[in-house]
T-cell receptor, first 115, second 114 residues
Framework: AQSVTQLGSHVSVSEGALVLLRCNYS??????LFWYVQYPNQGLQLLLK??????LVKGINGFEAEFKKSETSFHLTKPSAHMSDAAEYFC?????????????FGRGTSLIVHP | KAGVTQTPRYLIKTRGQQVTLSCSPI?????VSWYQQTPGQGLQFLFE???????NKGNFPGRFSGRQFSNSRSEMNVSTLELGDSALYLC?????????????FGPGTRLTVL
């Protein structure tokens, strides 16, 4: 069984500052990892995903994440926060469950961006 | 390509009633999953349908049920509503079958039970 832990239910940064959202996973098989973003009153939207190959994954809106197997981590970063980045961010790991691949989501991290 | 659509977007019901929510996946997607999202529990998996068959199910009581039609459209039904069923219900579609297939989410149906 797989699981995801997102450290910090809320992260607050100033506009222009580095964004770092933490995600640690547990998986018995090589993981497939995802970051999704949810803006108010909307569904989730894929930011980026790691499947195999390059461990540094670039996504949309300037976000990237690095897969570190030794640390079982997949932290999300962005060099410079923008007000429009304020949203809920979810890390997910995909694993086989009951015959199909179902993503397990973390509890989410709310990113607050101050002007 | 049109995205995932969910209807209705908002719904208010009273305890004991039942409700049906609808989801139209992206064209070509055969997998449809349903999630319940609440502030306290986060995103919880309800069930997944693939080619009209329920392929996976989360830990929810039997009051929660679903189905998928031949055109991949899906409905979920909640009977005998309880106050705790108030939540955002999200539908997601994917190609299905591979662990790296991402899910495409609809905007959700916000259900309020009074």
């Amino acid at each position: 069984a797989q699981s995801v832990t997102q450290l910090g239910s809320h992260v607050s940064v100033s506009e222009g500052a580095l964004v770092l959202l933490r995600c640690n996973y547990s998986s018995s098989v090589p993981p497939y990892l995802f970051w999704y973003v949810q803006y108010p009153n909307q569904g989730l939207q894929l930011l980026l995903k790691y499947t195999t190959g390059a461990t540094l994954v670039k996504g949309i809106n300037g976000f990237e994440a690095e897969f570190k197997k030794s640390e079982t981590s997949f932290h999300l970063t962005k060099p410079s926060a923008h007000m429009s980045d304020a949203a809920e961010y979810f890390c997910a790991v995909s694993g086989l469950s009951g015959g199909s691949y179902i993503p397990t989501f973390g509890r989410g991290t709310s990113l607050i961006v101050h002007p | 390509k049109a995205g995932v659509t969910q209807t209705p977007r908002y719904l208010i019901k009273t305890r004991g009633q039942q409700v049906t929510l609808s989801c139209s996946p992206i064209s070509g997607h055969r997998s449809v999953s349903w999630y319940q999202q609440t502030p306290g529990q986060g995103l919880q998996f309800l069930f997944e349908y693939f080619s009209e068959t329920q392929r996976n199910k989360g830990n929810f009581p039997g009051r929660f049920s679903g189905r998928q039609f031949s055109n991949s459209r899906s409905e979920m039904n909640v009977s005998t509503l309880e106050l705790g069923d108030s939540a955002l219900y999200l539908c997601a579609s994917s190609l299905g079958g591979e662990p790296y297939n991402e899910q495409f989410f609809g905007p959700g149906t916000r259900l309020t039970v009074l």
